[in-house]
């Protein structure tokens, strides 16, 4: 089994090939268990350091007809298209986010359109696509209305694959991810990048500025829960998905404050108040347009699950990454 | 005051740019009245017969990059784009869909972003962007899932303007059209074309094919309901859209047998007995995924109307194109 990764170099890229290397096989459309001969990862650096002879790597960039014709072929028979500008880069850089976010990825649904292969596919969308006046808890069936470029790519992402996947070109599947929590390394242009940064620079002897009031409530999902989930998306049948291709995640719903609680409880005051607090409208406009809990009905139907306990995201972050210079 | 007419050629652009002509003026973006100096009338076919120095009719293909750039100038004040092609040749043929429903906008929307110039723009949207689980009334804040690629594309359309008017590219306005009934002419290659085929062929003495069940429960708009709403979204201000720039827009909502019957009252046992039931599983399908009745609480509470009654919106359609060979 052939599997392409785009974003490969991220964050989670490297994370879902790193297991599903250790996992080894995944379900073809058909419903066999194969062992995966060859996972291409793809980005525009380099994914360094995976040392396995079935790993591939391949740079370029992704808006690039050229690229995509050698990328994708025939006989890559799963896709996980991960590959994406975040959230403020693209409302920075109105360009860019269109080109990365939007343009290649249409040009990836028209290269397999063409070529006529119908890969499965997973993709990442996110909360992002919510806005406007929103309930308390958003059901699967809320409209999406974005308040940001990045949120308007992603819905238009959505839109598309399920056409794609109505007509048959493609077997996609679009998970509407919670923001990620606790990312490793440094802060990114994310709108959402605080959310890591108050739990893993504060461990880390740093100090670390949470831009957004106290009681904003955010939908959260670890590492480890996202790359089970994108697994578990992958090896649904298309039949499975009759509800539709485009799934909003369970998710962990906490507020900052909690947030904040729980990494005092784990790491004590004096890591707890490393954290500053310095409002930044820019973030907290964004940010505030999500939705801070969904029902997520759909997804828990399917069988995709969510973390339970905050304390437990912060141990797992700090089992993986020990603290340096606390 | 400039105002360019994508879709010119069509039912409802010459009918629009009939209105414009009489009314004669437009609010601006600063909300001052301007008269009407040129209507430039753009279709792929010559908008004939509109004899009025102000109309200046161009032909050409929307999706052409080329083309959009002598036709999009910054002295262009109003857009009103009604360009497309309709549901089921957009379900037949993928790529045509695509070029003309959503790139074309697309490079329009880009076109005008380069300029730099901001203009008021109308956009017609569709009632198609709903489908799935529906509830027997939709509400404003009910998701879009379309079940057919017209409808997607007309969905995504709708994001990128929204998207576009926040970032302050255009000042847009995607009106959510329910069908348009009665159309004058000849059957088309929309899924809803027998909804008006079904009072126009038998009024005109020949039959005509209802081809869903009798009790589909269809959201209508008469012709000249549809010009007075389209006229009413572009002068609204800016500020008045401050819940968001795509409206699901208020309608009658009637099942085909009401319909018929509506026929049968104003115009007896005879013309209405033309109509002859032969089901289409694959415009049963489209037509099926469509809601057949909206609160349309925004539209209202912005001033859309909607028609009160069928019998009345006959009865225009006689007035307007008297019947023949009955």
Redesign the interface.
């Known amino acids: 089994m052939n599997i392409l990764v785009t974003g490969a170099a991220g964050f989670l890229g490297r994370r879902l090939i790193e297991a599903l290397l250790l996992r080894g096989a995944l379900t073809d459309r058909q419903g066999a268990t194969q062992s995966i001969s060859k996972i291409v990862a793809f980005d525009v650096v380099p994914l360094n350091g995976l040392d396995d002879p079935r790993v591939e790597v391949v740079c370029g960039d992704i808006a690039d007809p050229q690229v995509l014709e050698t990328l994708v072929t025939a006989d890559v028979d799963s896709i996980f298209h991960l590959a994406a500008v975040v959230s403020s880069q693209a409302e920075q850089d109105?360009e860019l986010g269109m080109r990365i976010n939007f343009i290649a990825t249409q040009q990836l649904l028209e290269r397999i359109?063409k070529i006529g292969s119908c890969p499965k596919w997973v993709m990442t969308s996110s909360v992002a696509v919510f806005g406007?006046?929103l309930p308390a808890q958003v059901e699967?069936?809320?409209?999406?209305?974005?308040?940001s470029?990045y949120g308007?790519q992603k819905?238009?992402n959505d839109?598309?694959l399920?056409?794609y996947s109505?007509?048959g070109f493609v077997d996609g599947r679009s998970l509407r991810m919670p923001t990620i929590v606790v990312r490793p390394g440094k802060p990114n242009l994310a709108a959402s990048s605080f959310a890591s940064g108050i739990i893993r620079e504060p461990l880390n002897g740093q100090e670390s500025v949470c831009p957004v009031p106290l009681d904003t409530r955010l939908w959260l999902m670890s590492p480890a829960q996202a790359i089970v989930n994108l697994i578990h998306g992958h090896e649904l049948s298309a039949a499975q998905l009759a509800?539709?291709r485009v799934i909003n995640m369970p998710g962990l719903s906490i507020t900052v404050e909690q947030m904040i609680d729980a990494l005092r409880r784990t790491a004590g005051d004096e890591v707890a108040n490393r954290i500053r607090l310095e409002p930044n409208p820019a973030i907290e406009r964004i940010v505030g347009s999500w939705p801070g809990s969904f029902t997520a009905a759909y997804a828990q139907q399917l069988g995709f699950t969510a973390d339970h306990d905050f304390t437990d995201v912060i141990g797992q972050f700090i089992a993986e990454y020990p603290p340096q210079g606390r």
């Open positions: 109105f359109r406007g006046q699967d069936h809320h409209v999406w209305a974005p308040q470029s308007t819905a238009m839109l598309l399920a056409d109505r007509r509800q539709g």
